[in-house]
């Protein structure tokens, strides 16, 4: 690789949504650096994305909040922007261990945007959440809408984003685009990547392809009483490499743009539990059973993006449906049943 091209920073590409996008980028020409401390991740990842795309991934391993590392890091390629996923991301362990919440996804952004300043480095994409509008008022959501997380990580991003905005008023040369992401799921139709939990998967989608696999023996449906078509949660579920998509676009402009600009990434559809598990069992033909169960506390009934600002600034639009999610995702629960372990 040619170590004197422009090439991109991504933070945790070795995680799920930093893995696919990584794909995305070498295939639109991109070089890429990427800093993860394989906190909630595995190497292997990164030499799948090399195996996909026919090209290497250059590595700085360790933690965003180590100055020295991303100085290396900062020195390993002209770095032309940075794509910032490194977070934690467990609503429910964020209500327990607030305190690593802040430090890791605070924190670890400003240590980060502190070396972005020494390198002189403008341009930057951050991994933002459809959990920082908390109870939507209205929907489908509009980045306008008040912001209101319900939980320590949902406030992380929150702080993320103000102080992203107030960064890009004090600096007319700054362009950040905070990408609020609805649900993602599904994998690269390769196979060889996806979404690995650690532990018992806190998402749906990866529960229920553990279940379809026979990991585990069923499904609960938290609540059936929602006040949605079917009784059950709603949300806005998005194909991960769409996802990953976005984020080519969204560099794109803000090669164009300038100033902090927040961007709901969503199909602007929303599917409910049931309706997934049923288009699951039909892309898959494989059965899922499942119970009802009472409602997770912290929970929301409904939420699905107005995903109109995506398209009239980056021209993007998510273009695969429910079933393809369904079927990349499967492809590669089976091909990969215990992950990349
Ligand atoms: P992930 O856990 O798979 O990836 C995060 C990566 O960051 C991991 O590889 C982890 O090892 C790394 N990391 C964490 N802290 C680090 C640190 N201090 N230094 C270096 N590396 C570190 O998560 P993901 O699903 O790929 O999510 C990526 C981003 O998108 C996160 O910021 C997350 O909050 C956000 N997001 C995810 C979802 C979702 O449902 N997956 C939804 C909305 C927003
Ligand atoms: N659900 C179940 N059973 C499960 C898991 C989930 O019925 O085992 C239901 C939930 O109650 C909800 C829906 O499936 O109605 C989706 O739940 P997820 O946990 O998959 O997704 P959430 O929308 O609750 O949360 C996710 C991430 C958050 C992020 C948010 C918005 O976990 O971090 O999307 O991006 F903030």
Known sequence: MNSRLPAILVTGGAGYVGSHTLVELLAAGYDVVC????????????????????????????????????????????????????????????????LDYYDNNVGGTICLLHACRRA????????????????????????????APLNPYGATKLVNELLLRDLCASDPAMSVASLRY???????????????????????????TQVAIGKRERLSVFGSDWPTRDGTGVRDYIHVVDLALGHVTALRYCAR?????????????????LELVKAFEEATARPVPYQIV?????????????????????????????????ADGWRWQQGNPSGYS
């Open 182 to 208: 609805f649900n993602p799921i599904g994998a690269h139709p390769s196979g060889l990547i996806g979404e690995d939990p650690r532990d018992i998967p806190n998402n749906l989608f990866p529960f229920i």
């Open 257 to 273: 743009s300038t100033g902090f600009v927040p961007i709901n990434l969503g199909t602007g559809r929303g599917t409910s539990v």
């Open 294 to 326: 009472g409602r997770r506390s912290g929970d929301i009934a409904e939420c699905y993006a107005d995903a109109g600002l995506a398209l009239r600034l980056l021209q993007w639009r998510a273009t695969r449906d429910v079933k393809e999610m369904c």
């Open 35 to 98: 800093v993860d401390n394989f906190s909630n991740s595995s190497p292997e990842a990164l030499r799948r994305v090399e195996r996909i795309a026919g090209r290497a991934v250059r590595r700085v391993d360790g933690d965003i909040r180590d100055r020295s590392l991303l100085d290396l890091a900062f020195a390993a390629a002209p770095i032309e922007a940075v794509i910032h996923f490194a977070a934690l991301k467990a609503v429910g362990e964020s209500v327990l261990r607030p």
């Open 120 to 147: 002189g480095v403008k341009r930057f994409v951050f991994s933002s959440s459809a959990t920082v509008y908390g109870i939507p008022q209205k929907l489908p959501l509009t980045e306008d809408m008040p912001l």
